[in-house]
């Protein structure tokens, strides 16, 4: 199953509400203003886990969900731009911890997260620096 491709706006508009509740509490601003959400009927996001990817960095990058037993190829996501894919419903087996790996397409440093704690319905929001270790992960629950 391949990754269906947002565009930028719709993409944008999921991680202003996304980081913006995330950010609410610790102070910061959110990627953007104005956005609504409609939590009222389930969906299938709320029945698996989202990765939304921005990615300010200069390269290409390749992103991985990491366990001790596998790694799984997400998606790919072009310099300057964001995309949101889908976890397999696998990666929210209890006890399981997963970690995020971002691969630049040109260069030999990557970026590795801590071991994850996320359930059905959270989105792991992605942010890829400029500089690959600038790079930073963090959850956000539905």
């Not at 990627?31 to 290409?60: F, H, K, M, Y």
């Not at 359930?119 to 963090?138: H, K, L, P």
């Amino acid at each position: 199953m391949t990754p269906a491709r947002f565009r930028p706006a719709a993409l944008a508009a999921l991680l202003t509400a996304v980081v913006g509740a995330a950010c609410a509490s610790a102070g910061s601003a959110p990627l953007s203003e104005g956005v609504a959400v409609d939590t009222a009927a389930p969906t299938v996001a709320s029945r698996t886990a989202q990765v939304a990817v921005r990615n300010q960095n200069t390269a290409d990058v390749t992103v991985y969900v990491v366990t001790t037993d596998e790694s799984y190829r997400i998606g790919s996501v072009t310099s300057y731009n964001q995309r949101l894919f889908t976890l397999p419903p696998r990666f929210l087996a209890p006890g399981l911890r997963p970690r995020i790996v971002v691969s630049p397409l040109a260069g030999t440093e990557n970026y590795a997260s801590q071991p994850l704690l996320f359930g059905a319905g959270d989105t792991i929001v992605v942010e890829v620096g400029s500089w690959i270790r600038q790079s930073s992960v963090r959850v956000v629950g539905s």
